[in-house]
T-cell receptor, first 113, second 114 residues
């Protein structure tokens, strides 16, 4: 069964450093998403991406965040200057148009120290 | 701003019995509802969905019921199995205003006891 692949599975970074979280969505999917889950809290929408541009973003997704699909297969989330409160599980997801059952990756656990 | 609520953080059920997970929403613009299951250290897995034009959708052991007037939906699992032990997230989207953003509830942790 096709999978959404995320790397790394765990990233530890110093506060203020830049991190890039990587995702390889399912190849024939057209919509891509980042969600995050802070420990003990709910899964929160960050951003959606379609046709090589952001289609929607939440208030969490401020100027410190950016997304890119640099080569047609990878989908990255960059946090420019990490804060302690960015520590969370970050999930990438993708769907083929018309199907609202996202396929999620296994997540990247980001720990900011 | 809790647009999707799951008021039971946890639920324990005996194997073979019915599990009923509840979800309430506040945004009347929501017109598509989904349930996801999540095991530790894995991403959420899509389970079942329902459009607001229906009041029931069934897939094997899983049935989702939607009561639009009460803004309430529930997921029934019959019979419950130990492998169903996971966190279940209710989620909703408003296709008219936000084509692809899904709002998740806080989740209910289901334990199925053998």
């Amino acid at each position: 069964e096709p999978e959404v692949t995320q790397t790394p599975s765990h990233q530890v970074t110093q506060m203020g450093q830049e991190v890039i979280l990587r995702c390889v969505p399912i190849s024939n999917h057209l919509y891509f998403y980042w969600y995050r889950q802070i420990l003990g809290q709910k899964v929160e929408f960050l951003v959606s991406f379609y046709n090589n541009e952001i289609s929607e973003k939440s208030e969490i997704f401020d100027d410190q965040f950016s997304v890119e699909r640099p080569d047609g297969s990878n989908f990255t989330l960059k946090i420019r200057s990490t804060k302690l409160e960015d520590s969370a599980m970050y999930f990438c997801a993708s769907i083929r148009t018309g199907n609202y059952g996202y396929t999620f990756g296994s997540g990247t656990r980001l720990t900011v120290v | 701003d809790q647009q999707v609520k799951q008021n039971s953080p946890s639920l324990s059920v005996q194997e073979g019995r019915i599990s009923i997970l509840n979800c309430d929403y506040t945004n009347s613009m929501f017109d598509y509802f989904l349930w996801y299951k999540k095991y530790p250290a894995e991403g959420p897995t899509f389970l079942i969905s329902i459009s607001s034009i229906k009041d029931k959708n069934e897939d094997g052991r899983f049935t989702v019921f939607l009561n639009k007037s009460a803004k309430h939906l529930s997921l029934h699992i019959v019979p419950s199995q130990p492998g169903d032990s996971a966190v279940y997230f209710c989620a909703a989207s408003a296709l008219e205003t936000s084509y692809d953003k899904v709002i998740f509830g806080p989740g209910t942790s289901l334990s199925v006891i053998p």
